[in-house]
């Protein structure tokens, strides 16, 4: 299954109110995984990743790297393991919330979770499981004069470090800086909408993908818009409202160029971020579970992969796995209450197999 099957099949708008299962938060390798064992037991799942993609760090920061541990693959890239975690969990269904950061969890009158996201959505469950990684991927901020007058300031203005809706950039005088594959394929998708895009990037060299430089060069060439070498040292404008960003060029000669947005795309550094103020009890940034069923001090909240801490623990992909499977288990007894639970093979469980298609 390639990236357009995990758009289509699972994306929720931002806002509204929701009722699953489990809420998961983080889409990385081991919150992808979580829904499998999950679903195995009846349980629904709803993920929020401030990424606008599933898989965490082997999407994000290696994603063409080989794997050599994975039980059963020899070798396999970090997108590649991705892929293949979002065809399993096909069956499933999940619900995935991509571009939210997971901000506010409280307990209900009733004894559920609800957690918020930033964008405003709500999601009630019995039972979260914590799969947050290193904590969430944000954004590195360049040093730019003036850059947090222009932040916050509403869709298609000012500062933005992510495009979440590319519509309100209709029309806009748009400067993108940087030379990885989020600046070029924001150039190459807003082009085709914005009165005109500008491209800023210190040499004429890219990280991004050769067919992308090679797109945005003849976009350049056809005059559709322009690349310039240099950089973006300061913002003008007044009561907040971007007016122009000024570029100093390799010889140090400084200009001025008209802009409504200013997207600069200088990779992602990963913080823990609101997952501390989740109250949970934190060991360095942690969260301390025990071995049995990968559950935090607090009962119904779970930690599953990099983000839990317990002895021996080993920051893998396989550990992972393993973890999520216990973890199930006790969900289950949260989330069916009533139900007693039957160990059972996949092999051999045409229930399971049911649930999996494949019967
Ligand atoms: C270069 C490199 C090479 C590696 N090689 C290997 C290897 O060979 N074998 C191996 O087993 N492991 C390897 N690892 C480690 C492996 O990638 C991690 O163990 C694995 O990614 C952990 O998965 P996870 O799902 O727990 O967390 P992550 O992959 O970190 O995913 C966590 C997700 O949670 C999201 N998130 C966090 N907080 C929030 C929030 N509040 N709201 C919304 N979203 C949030 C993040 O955006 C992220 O997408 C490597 C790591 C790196 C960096």
Redesign the pocket.
Same mark, same amino acid.
């Given at each position: 299954m390639n990236e357009m099957n995990f758009r289509t099949f699972a994306s929720a708008e931002a806002g509204g109110t929701h009722s699953t299962d489990v809420i998961v938060?983080?889409?990385?390798?081991?919150? %992808?995984f979580a829904v499998f064992e999950l679903g195995l037991l009846d349980m629904k799942a709803h993920l929020? $990743?401030?990424?606008d993609r599933p898989?965490?760090?082997?999407a994000?920061?290696?994603p063409e790297?080989p794997?050599? $541990?994975?039980p059963g693959y020899p070798i396999i890239s970090?997108q590649e393991l991705c892929d293949r975690l979002i065809e399993q969990i096909a069956p499933f269904h999940p619900t995935f919330h991509f571009n939210?950061?997971?901000?506010a969890l409280v307990k209900t009158p009733d004894g559920k979770w609800r957690l918020t996201?930033d964008q405003g959505t709500v999601i009630e469950a019995p039972v979260v499981v914590i799969?947050?990684?290193?904590?969430?991927?944000q954004p590195k901020k360049p040093r730019v004069a003036g850059l947090e007058l222009f932040e916050d300031k509403g869709p298609g203005l000012g500062v933005h470090y992510a495009v979440r809706k590319m519509e309100p950039f209709r029309g806009k005088r748009i400067v993108i800086s940087g030379g990885g594959d989020s600046a070029l394929d924001w150039v190459l998708n807003l082009q085709p909408l914005a009165d005109h895009v500008t491209l800023i990037h210190r040499r004429d060299g890219f990280r991004a993908a050769p067919h992308s430089v090679a797109q945005m060069k003849a976009l350049v060439e056809a005059r559709k818009m322009d690349f310039l070498l240099g950089q973006v040292m300061e913002l003008k404008g007044e009561n907040g409202v971007l007016d122009s960003v000024v570029l100093e060029d390799n010889d140090g000669v400084r200009s001025s160029l008209p802009a409504d947005a200013f997207l600069p795309f200088f990779g992602l550094t990963?913080k %823990?971020?609101?997952?501390a103020e989740f109250g949970l009890n934190l060991h360095e940034n942690l969260i301390p579970v025990d071995t049995e069923k990968f559950e935090s001090s607090t009962p119904g909240i779970f930690a599953?992969? $990099?983000?839990n801490h317990y002895p021996g623990k080993l920051?893998?992909?396989?550990s992972?796995f393993h973890e999520v499977a216990l973890m199930a288990q006790q969900a289950f007894r949260y989330v069916y209450p009533e139900r007693r639970l039957h160990f059972q093979y996949t092999t051999s469980s045409s229930d399971l197999q049911e649930k999996l298609g494949v019967k």
């Amino acid at each position: 299954m390639n990236e357009m099957n995990f758009r289509t099949f699972a994306s929720a708008e931002a806002g509204g109110t929701h009722s699953t299962d489990v809420i998961v938060v983080g889409a990385g390798p081991i919150g %992808l995984f979580a829904v499998f064992e999950l679903g195995l037991l009846d349980m629904k799942a709803h993920l929020v $990743d401030i990424l606008d993609r599933p898989g965490g760090q082997c999407a994000e920061l290696y994603p063409e790297k080989p794997i050599y $541990d994975i039980p059963g693959y020899p070798i396999i890239s970090g997108q590649e393991l991705c892929d293949r975690l979002i065809e399993q969990i096909a069956p499933f269904h999940p619900t995935f919330h991509f571009n939210e950061m997971a901000s506010a969890l409280v307990k209900t009158p009733d004894g559920k979770w609800r957690l918020t996201t930033d964008q405003g959505t709500v999601i009630e469950a019995p039972v979260v499981v914590i799969a947050a990684g290193g904590g969430s991927f944000q954004p590195k901020k360049p040093r730019v004069a003036g850059l947090e007058l222009f932040e916050d300031k509403g869709p298609g203005l000012g500062v933005h470090y992510a495009v979440r809706k590319m519509e309100p950039f209709r029309g806009k005088r748009i400067v993108i800086s940087g030379g990885g594959d989020s600046a070029l394929d924001w150039v190459l998708n807003l082009q085709p909408l914005a009165d005109h895009v500008t491209l800023i990037h210190r040499r004429d060299g890219f990280r991004a993908a050769p067919h992308s430089v090679a797109q945005m060069k003849a976009l350049v060439e056809a005059r559709k818009m322009d690349f310039l070498l240099g950089q973006v040292m300061e913002l003008k404008g007044e009561n907040g409202v971007l007016d122009s960003v000024v570029l100093e060029d390799n010889d140090g000669v400084r200009s001025s160029l008209p802009a409504d947005a200013f997207l600069p795309f200088f990779g992602l550094t990963m913080k %823990l971020g609101p997952v501390a103020e989740f109250g949970l009890n934190l060991h360095e940034n942690l969260i301390p579970v025990d071995t049995e069923k990968f559950e935090s001090s607090t009962p119904g909240i779970f930690a599953v992969g $990099d983000i839990n801490h317990y002895p021996g623990k080993l920051k893998l992909i396989l550990s992972g796995f393993h973890e999520v499977a216990l973890m199930a288990q006790q969900a289950f007894r949260y989330v069916y209450p009533e139900r007693r639970l039957h160990f059972q093979y996949t092999t051999s469980s045409s229930d399971l197999q049911e649930k999996l298609g494949v019967k």
